[in-house]
Each structure stands twice: as structure tokens, then as C-alpha cells.
């Protein structure tokens, strides 16, 4: 279990250092901090911070027995989400340091979730589209929303306009692109985290399919675009028709994803 | 591969079903235990083996089938929320997170089915949403079984007029509404069919799709199991919308099924009442339909709801049903320009059966319908298909049977322009049956227009047909058809004799015709039906007494000549010779002497010149020698001439036998037992002793020729006729003369001891017998 919060909290705790029975502890000083961390996996051991704050907890001296620190960051700004994706990880810390002189500091630990809310879009247009391969495939695919939340459902229908080659099945993808570093140095990595069949068999011209795909069973987050110039992540679907020689015809289109607050 | 392709999918379907149990069992782990996840999973998973593209729609079914017996267990799991603790609505959500859709799609029918009893939403809501739903299986076979689960869930769901699903949201409409879209969707799968794989296997797939044309069909039915579809809704909703279906799909195993359909599960009533509708798709369906039967199945229905009810027939009468029909049909036949005669024919047909049930007194229907079908057949000069026949025949015994009268048929003037296009064959098979019914139901043919008409009708047996090959002609048939013919001309009867001779006129024209062959048959009853029309003008002579009558007996008996002369020139002189004497004992009876003796004059001529068979001739005499001496109307001279003719020919015959025999028939000649008849004792023992004389010369022939002289039982007759003269009181036959003969029999008995006749000698001693008896009786011949 993890604390969760969102941006704009006030954080507030308390520290307890409770040295061994009968031995006490030097210290050059206590301090809490809170962090906001980047970490990129190919770039191993290096973190980013791009929120530290810091408080003080106590002046050097030292413990002979159990002691309890107040803390309290308010209204602390933590613009970013915590994300733990496959090349990189956001993560929101508490870090508790005792200093210490000529031994190591000790330092702890404490990690907390961060999710930010946002209310539902003003404007959110259909995606609505007309592809096709000429003289062969000629489809018009909507999708009611272009904008949708954790749990939102997609609706849409596909509309055949022609048909020429032998369909056998028809699936929604959303797949998770997730984009880390800059320049030359970019990372690309694509899942897929739905499959969802949308048509069994060969429809002919004319045919409409409904689109019914329920979003909670899957683990999405909300769309990332640009978090602090280290990463982003991107949500498309993907439609796939399959013909019966398994050649894939294949559109993906960008949605956006939020994080509803509930009203 | 093909060899093995039906053990391959007896192969495909067990392991199929190896799988549903295989996820059925732990499906039932999971209901047992309440575990709602894992019951889901595992009958999504069972639901996955309906995913496959392997099997025939036979082999399909039996899998369809155990994956229903599970779901049905897994809907009562569904409805029971405290064993699983999520609500209906969830759970509507919870079965669409499937991946695959057609284990998601049965699993949303099946808790849309618990969720519409749950009552939580509109039932039109859901339905409307599953019907939506299913349109993702776009594959023929899964999506029919898919939609097919859906209508048998949603069945007992459907907001009817009074059912408990019915409310202010959902109506009736709704119920059909859902009904006809999941209709339309599973033709236009089933339609798809067709057209899909190659082309060399369009039998194998016609086949399956029959296999499955009740998965389609069912909607129809169960629209006309919907409490709501009144008539109203029916004309202005269901039937509109299930035939823009069938004739917009344009496939013709399609709309001959469903055009079938159609007719068999709604009421008669609604056909009735969308007549207009229902015909007006006929035209528009494929030209390679079997319409015909589909519009004899209606009209055979119709015809049947005619016959329930008399109640009904009003109805018919007002939506002109028979016009709307016969319309539908002529356009029918107008737009399937390949249709063959025997279709056409057919429909005909029932379009016939259906008049003459339900408008049974419109006659001039009838003749439109056969009129009709002339138009038909007239573009085919002969039918030589054996099928088309048989329903021409068809068509020409309905009326037959409908009114059990061919008088009414007779008016139908198109009634034997269809005759003339049967074969020759069949046109006398119909021949027979229409004198068949004119002799089963005693009808009587009274007026000359009618006979003209039969006689036309049943030409075929009348006279030989052109080009007809005579050869082929079975003996037996043709007697049988030829008697039938005589027995006929005895129906044709009017009690006014002037018609009645128009009548007779009219037939003797026809039968004429008939050629030698048929003479024979015809004739006899031809003469005898003048001969009755004589006898009754004889009849009423005295009371059309001073009036110009233009039916006179000698008018007739001129006509009855000729006819005789006809047949005489056939030649058939026997059967000319008994018909004359037949004529001339009427012309007697007439009082016409002449005429009687014109007609014996004509059978003497026919035994003069025709009849030279011995034997004939005997019989011939005999006949001769009968009817004269029954005529009383001749003049001395004329009888005179006429007996010593007789008489002359008698002594002449071949066979001293039979001369001895005829001679002494002649003697009654002489001898008429009447108040006025002639009495000519001395010419009556003239006969006889030449009788005896010939008798005697024919033992001594025997007696030569054979060395025994031969029974006595000339001697006996010739005892026999003295006897009867004697007690007649003819003075020339004495009691000695008899006596004489008795002695004479028993000298001839003794000599003749070689040859004991029984047949002679009982003969002889119950005619001594007789004498003896009359004797004691002291009469006459006491003496």
C-alpha cells in the first residue's frame, strides 16, 4: 500500500527515529525531502529531479531515545504523475536523511503515488475518417470521442464502403507509445494493451460494425505529452482488419487519455 | 483430401466438443463455488470452440447445441446476483470485456436475457442494443447460430400486448421491431452464404444452406406468434419490411423459402386482407423461383380457409381476390418468360381450384382462368410433357368435380380450347372422364348446343385424329372408349321432340364420322334413341293432332334408314339387318306400312347380299322370321311376298338341320296368336310336314354319312309345334296327325339304338309327359 496524492496537497507527516535500545545516535542534522524523480533505464543510476523540497527536521545533536518529527509540505506542486513504464520511471519520494559524520549517512525511503485529476474536456471531437486501399477496401471508421477517460467506454462503428478482398476478422488495438530521451537519443517503445475483436468474417459493402470497447479493464494511464522534456506517453488505437491470407490493413489514431475528476 | 474431409469434421467435431466440456467442467467448478471471474473466463473459453470454421451447419448445430445447454446454466448462475454480488448492470458491462467476439456476443445475450427479466432496464433498450451488438459476426454460419441464440433467449422477453415486459416505453412495435432486424440480418447471412467459397461446391452449399433455412424462417414465426401484429400492423409493418427483405436479397433459395414461409405462419385472414402486397412482390422475385408452387401453396391455402367457412367468403369477395390472383399471375408468367408450360399450368390450376371454392357460382371465372391458359398454351401447338398433361387434366376435372355436372362445362367455351392441346392420348382419357361424369351423375344433355359442344370436347373418341397412328391403339381401350361413347348417346335427351331430333341429328352427324371401326358401337344406340323418340311421338299423337309438326315418326324413320344404310356400307350387315328389323317393327307399331316394309326389304337385301356366313345366317333368319311375325301392319301382298321370302330362305339355309328348324318357325308365320292375327291353318301344317320332311331327309343323311341316323330331337321340336298348334285350335293339326308323329319318333328311337341321346330322350319323354297330363285333364286334347 502506497499513499496517494495529487498535486497541490499539503503532505504532511511525521518522521519517528527510535534508536536501539540503550545506544544513541550522532547526527550532524535531520531533513526530509521530497522528490520528483525521473529515471531513465538506459541511462542507469541517473535520476532527475525535478521537484526537491526540503525541510529540516532537526539541528545536529543527538538521539538517546524515540523521537518524533512534524513535517509538512503544503500545497506542493507535483505537476507529473507517478509512471513506471518500460524505460522509465517517475517517482515521487520522501526521503528521510540522518547526517552523519565519517560514517554514512542514513537514509530511508518512502514512496508515494501521485494522480492528478483533470475535469472532463470542453471541447472533445469525434475522430471520424474515411481510409482505404483503392479498389479494394474502402472503410469509414468513427469513433465518438477523441478524449476519453480511465474508464471511459469507446464507441464507433465501422462503415464498409467496399469491399474487394476476403475479410476474416476485425480488431482494436490500443497500443501505448511510449517515447523517452530527446534527439538522437530517442527511445521509442510500443505495447500493445488491447486486442479487442470488433468482427468476425467477410462483411459485404454496406455492413456497419459497432464499436463497444470498455477502457477500465485495462491498465492505462492518462496521456503524458511532455514531461519534463525527458519523456512522453502517447495512446493510439489501432485498427486492424485481417484478411484471410493474415495480410494486416491497419489505421492507428491518436486518442488522449484523463484522468476523470469526479464530480 | 476430399475422400477425407467427412472424417476430418467428425474429427473437428469432437474435439470441439471434447473442448466445450473440457471448460464446461470448470465452468461448473466456478458456479459452484461462486466465482463469478473464473466463470466468466471459462465460458468465454467453452464459447470459443463455436469460433471455429471447420464444420458443416450439421456438424455446427450439434456443437451450438451443447454450448447452449451450458449457457442455460450459467444464465440461472446470471440471474441469482447474491451468489455472484454483482448487479445485472455490471455484469451487462463486466461479459463485453471479452477479447473475442463471439463468446462476448453469446455472453451478452445471455445476460441481456436475465438483465431484461430483471426488469433494471427497458426490455426494447437491451434488445435493441443486442441486435446492434451482433452485427460484429459477420460470418455466415456463426453469426445465423448467434442471432439464432438471440431469438431463441429473447423470446420469451419481447414486449408484447400483454406481456409483463410491456410498458410505456415498450410497446408491441418494439417487439417487432427487433424481431424483423434480427430477421433481415440473419437472411442477409444466410444470402452471403452463397456466395461464398468456390464456385465447383455450389450444390454441396445449397444443400447446407437448406440445412439451415429454419434458423431464418423462425422469425417469421415468431412474428406470428406476437399477440400484437393485428392486421394493421401486419399491412402497414411486417409485411412490407419481411418483402423489401425478400425481394432485396435477390436470391432465389432465399425467396422461395421465406415467400413459403410467409404463407404458412401468418393467418389466412392477414393474406387475404395484403393480397395486393403479398402478389404485388411476386414479379419482383428471381426469375429462377419457384413461384408457381409458392402461389399454389397460397392459393391452396386460401381455397381451404374458402371451404372452412361461409362466413369468410364475403371477405374474399371483397378484397377481389380473385382478380388480384389472376392478375398476380399473369404477370408472373409475363416476367418468368422460361417458365415451363407445366408451371404455368399449374398455377392455373390452383388458381381453377381456388375459383371454383371459393366463387363457385362464377362460372365466367372459371372460363377466364381456362381462357388464360389457352392464351398459355397456344404458343405450344402439342404438349408433349407428360407432367404438363397431367395438370391439363387437372385443370379440365376440377369443374368436372366442382359441379358433378359437365352440362355446366359445357358453357365454358375455353373448355375445349384447352382440350385441343392435349395429346391425343390424353384428350380421350379427359373424353372418358367427362362421360364418366355424365354417367356417374345421370346428367341429362338437353339441348342441341350442349351436344354440339360435348361432342366437340370429346372428339378424340369420335373419330379417328390426324396423324394418329391407328396401330397403336389397344383393342380393349377402344371397345371400352367406344361403349362408353353408345352408353353416352342414351344421356342426350330432350323431352320436346323437335330438339330431341336435333338432338339425334346432331349426334348421327358426329357419330358418322366415326368411321368402320366405330359404327359398331355407336350406331345401335343411335337408332335406339331415335326409336325411343318415335315411340313417344306415337304417344302423343293424339294430342299434337292438326298442328305441323316437324318431328313425324316418317321424318325419323327416313333418317334411320340412312343411318342404317351407312352402317351397312361399313360393313356390318349383321348389326344392320337386327337394327332394321328393330326399325321396322316401330315403323309396325307406327302403323306405317311402308316404312316397315322398306325396312324389311333392306334386312332381306342385307341377307341377300352381305350375310354369307352360315351361321349368321341362321340367326339372321330366325331374327327375320321373329320380328315378321309379329307385324300386323302389312296388306295381304306385302305379308304375303314377305313370308314366302322368309320361308323360302328358310328351306334354303345349309345345314338340313337348320333348315328343318327355320321352316318350322315359319309356320308361325301363319298363325299370329291375336284377336286380328292371321289364322292360315292349312299353310301352318304345309310348314310343318316340309319340316318333317326335311327332318326325315336329314336322318337319312345322317344315315349315310355318318351310319347312324342321328337323334330324334327334330322330330320332337317338330312334335312340340304340333301340339302347340293343336291346342291353339288349328283344325288342320289332328289328333291322329300327332299321334302319327309320336309313332313315327318311337320307330325312329328303335332304330336308332346306337346312339342313346339323353338330351333327346328327356326332351321326348317331357313332351309325352305333357300330353298325358293334358290328357287327364280332359282339355282339348283329350280328344
Redo the contacts between chains.
Keep these: 500500500m502506497v499513499a496517494l496524492f495529487q498535486s497541490q496537497e499539503n503532505i504532511v507527516g511525521e518522521v519517528v527515529i527510535e534508536p536501539i535500545q540503550g545506544k544513541k545516535v550522532e547526527h550532524n542534522g535531520v531533513k526530509i525531502e521530497l522528490l520528483g524523480q525521473i529515471e531513465l533505464y538506459f541511462d542507469r543510476g541517473n535520476f532527475y529531479d525535478f521537484t526537491s523540497l526540503v525541510r529540516e527536521l532537526d539541528v545536529p545533536g543527538e538521539l538517546y531515545e524515540r523521537k518524533t518529527y512534524p513535517f509538512e509540505f503544503s500545497t506542493v506542486e507535483m505537476p507529473y504523475e507517478s509512471y513506471n513504464g518500460v524505460n522509465v520511471r517517475l517517482r515521487y519520494i520522501l526521503k528521510v536523511t540522518i547526517s552523519r559524520n565519517y560514517v554514512s549517512n542514513i537514509v530511508e525511503y518512502q514512496d508515494f503515488v501521485v494522480r492528478n485529476y483533470t475535469p472532463p474536456p470542453s471541447i472533445n471531437n469525434s475522430i471520424k475518417m474515411e481510409v482505404g486501399i483503392e479498389d479494394c477496401l474502402h472503410i469509414e471508421f468513427e469513433y465518438s470521442k477523441s478524449k476519453y477517460h480511465l474508464k471511459d467506454v469507446i464507441i464507433g462503428k465501422i462503415y464498409f464502403l467496399l469491399v474487394r478482398i476476403k475479410l476474416k476478422?476485425m480488431e482494436l488495438e490500443i497500443r501505448r507509445r511510449e517515447s523517452t530521451g530527446s534527439g538522437p537519443n530517442t527511445y521509442v517503445e510500443t505495447e500493445t494493451l488491447?486486442?479487442?475483436?470488433?468482427?468476425?468474417?467477410?462483411?459485404?459493402r454496406g455492413?456497419?460494425?459497432?464499436i463497444?470497447l470498455?477502457l477500465?479493464?485495462y491498465e492505462l494511464t492518462p496521456t503524458y505529452r511532455n514531461i519534463n522534456n525527458k519523456f512522453c506517453v502517447k495512446y493510439y488505437l489501432n485498427l486492424v482488419l485481417v484478411d484471410e491470407e493474415d495480410r494486416r490493413y491497419f489505421k492507428q489514431q491518436e486518442i488522449t487519455v484523463y484522468r476523470l475528476l469526479e464530480t | 483430401m476430399m475422400l477425407n474431409g467427412a472424417e476430418d469434421e467428425e474429427k473437428w467435431l469432437a474435439e470441439g466438443i471434447a473442448g466445450i466440456q473440457h471448460n464446461a467442467f470448470y465452468m461448473h467448478r466456478a458456479l459452484d463455488s461462486n466465482n463469478l471471474r473464473e466463470a466468466l473466463k471459462y465460458s468465454a473459453q467453452m464459447l470459443s470452440e463455436l469460433r471455429t470454421s471447420k464444420l458443416s451447419p450439421h456438424k455446427y448445430y450439434d456443437l451450438y447445441m451443447r454450448a447452449f445447454d451450458e449457457l442455460r446454466k450459467l444464465e440461472i448462475f446470471f440471474k441469482d446476483e447474491g451468489k455472484h454480488g454483482v448487479s445485472v448492470v455490471d455484469l451487462y458491462e463486466l461479459v463485453q470485456h471479452a477479447g473475442n467476439i463471439l463468446p462476448r456476443l453469446y455472453l451478452l445475450c445471455t445476460v441481456g436475457s436475465v438483465y431484461i427479466k430483471s426488469k433494471e432496464a427497458p426490455a426494447k433498450e437491451v434488445l435493441k442494443d443486442l441486435v446492434e451488438m451482433c452485427r460484429g459476426v459477420q460470418h455466415p454460419l456463426r453469426g445465423l447460430f448467434l442471432r439464432s441464440y438471440l431469438a431463441q433467449v429473447s423470446r420469451d422477453k419481447l414486449p408484447d400486448i400483454g406481456s409483463e415486459y410491456e410498458g410505456d416505453a415498450d410497446t408491441v412495435m418494439d417487439a417487432v421491431e427487433f424481431v424483423l432486424q434480427n430477421f433481415t440480418e440473419m437472411n442477409k447471412l444466410w444470402v452471403r452464404m452463397q456466395h461464398q467459397g468456390p464456385g465447383r461446391l455450389r450444390e454441396k452449399r445449397e444443400k447446407e444452406r437448406n440445412e439451415l433455412r429454419d434458423l431464418v424462417g423462425k422469425n417469421l414465426h415468431v412474428l406470428s406468434q406476437i399477440e400484437g401484429v393485428d392486421l394493421e400492423m401486419y399491412k402497414e409493418t411486417v409485411l412490407p419490411r419481411v418483402l423489401e427483405q425478400v425481394v432485396n436479397c435477390k436470391d432465389d433459395l432465399s425467396q422461395y423459402y421465406l415467400m413459403d414461409c410467409i404463407i404458412q405462419v401468418f393467418p389466412d385472414e392477414y393474406h387475404l386482407q395484403t393480397l395486393e402486397t403479398l402478389l404485388g412482390a411476386c414479379p419482383q422475385l428471381q426469375p429462377t423461383v419457384d413461384i408457381k408452387t409458392v402461389l399454389s401453396r397460397l392459393m391452396d391455402r386460401l381455397s381451404n380457409y374458402a371451404a372452412s367457412s361461409a362466413d369468410v367468403l364475403p371477405e374474399f369477395l371483397q378484397v377481389e381476390a380473385f382478380a388480384k390472383l389472376s392478375n398476380a399471375i399473369g404477370k408472373v408468367i409475363e416476367a418468368q418468360v422460361d417458365m415451363p408450360a407445366v408451371g404455368a399450368i399449374t398455377l392455373y390450376v390452383s388458381l381453377l381450384t381456388f375459383t371454383l371454392r371459393v366463387h363457385p357460382d362464377r362460372l365466367d371465372y372459371v372460363d377466364l382462368v381456362l381462357g388464360a391458359c389457352v392464351k398459355k398454351l397456344s404458343s405450344i401447338p402439342k404438349l408433349d410433357d407428360s407432367r404438363a398433361t397431367k395438370q391439363v387434366v387437372a385443370l379440365l376435372s376440377a369443374p368436372l368435380e366442382k359441379y358433378n355436372d359437365i352440362v355446366t362445362a359445357l358453357t365454358l367455351s375455353n373448355y375445349p380450347r384447352v382440350m385441343d392441346h392435349l395429346d391425343n392420348g390424353t384428350n380421350k382419357v379427359m373424353a372418358m372422364v367427362i362421360i364418366q361424369s355424365i354417367m356417374k351423375n345421370n346428367t341429362c344433355i338437353s339441348t342441341v348446343d350442349k351436344v354440339e359442344v360435348l361432342f366437340e370436347l370429346i372428339k378424340g373418341l369420335i373419330k379417328d385424329t390426324d396423324g394418329a397412328d391407328v396401330d397403336e391403339l389397344d383393342e380393349e381401350d377402344f371397345k371400352d372408349e367406344q361403349n362408353a361413347v353408345a352408353r353416352l348417346i342414351h344421356m342426350l335427351y330432350n323431352n320436346e321432340p323437335e330438339e330431341m331430333l336435333k338432338i339425334i341429328c346432331t349426334v348421327r352427324k358426329h357419330t358418322m364420322a366415326g368411321g368402320p371401326k366405330r359404327l359398331p358401337f355407336t350406331v345401335p344406340s343411335l337408332v335406339f334413341s331415335a326409336l325411343r323418340l318415335i315411340r313417344q311421338l306415337q304417344g302423343q299423337e293424339g294430342d299434337i293432332v292438326g298442328e305441323e309438326v316437324p318431328a313425324t315418326p316418317k321424318k325419323i324413320f327416313q333418317l334411320l334408314n340412312q343411318i342404317i344404310e351407312d352402317l351397312s356400307n361399313v360393313p356390318s350387315p349383321e348389326l344392320a339387318l337386327r337394327l332394321s328389323l328393330q326399325c321396322a317393327e316401330a315403323a309396325n307399331d307406327c302403323d306405317l306400312e311402308h316404312v316397315a316394309y322398306e325396312f324389311f326389304t333392306q334386312a332381306f337385301v342385307l341377307y341377300e347380299e352381305e350375310i354369307a356366313d352360315s351361321k349368321a345366317q341362321v340367326t339372321a333368319i330366325h331374327l327375320i322370321i321373329g320380328t315378321l311375325q309379329r307385324m300386323n301392319v302389312f296388306g295381304v301382298e306385302n305379308r304375303d311376298t314377305l313370308t314366302h321370302k322368309a320361308t323360302g330362305y328358310s328351306a334354303r339355309l345349309l345345314k338340313k338341320p337348320d333348315q328343318c328348324r327355320a321352316v318350322y318357325a315359319c309356320s308361325h308365320l301363319f298363325w299370329v296368336d291375336d284377336q286380328d292375327g292371321i289364322k292360315d291353318g292349312e299353310r301352318v301344317l304345309l310348314c310343318l310336314k316340309r319340316a318333317l320332311r326335311i327332318a326325315n331327309a336329314a336322318q337319312q343323311m345322317a344315315n349315310v354319312a355318318r351310319g347312324s341316323s342321328g337323334p330324334v330331337t327334330l322330330f320332337v321340336e317338330i312334335l312340340n309345334k304340333y301340339l302347340y298348334f293343336f291346342e291353339k285350335g288349328n283344325q288342320q293339326i289332328t289328333g291322329a296327325a300327332i299321334q302319327g308323329l309320336i309313332e313315327l319318333i318311337n320307330t325312329e328311337k328303335q332304330n336308332d339304338s346306337a346312339t342313346p341321346d339323353s338330351a333327346s330322350d328327356a326332351f321326348l319323354a317331357s313332351t309325352m309327359r305333357y300330353i298325358q297330363f293334358q290328357r287327364q285333364k280332359g282339355g282339348i286334347m283329350g280328344r
Design positions: 476478422n488491447a486486442k479487442f475483436e470488433l468482427m468476425d468474417g467477410a462483411p459485404v455492413e456497419s460494425i459497432p463497444r470498455f477500465s479493464p
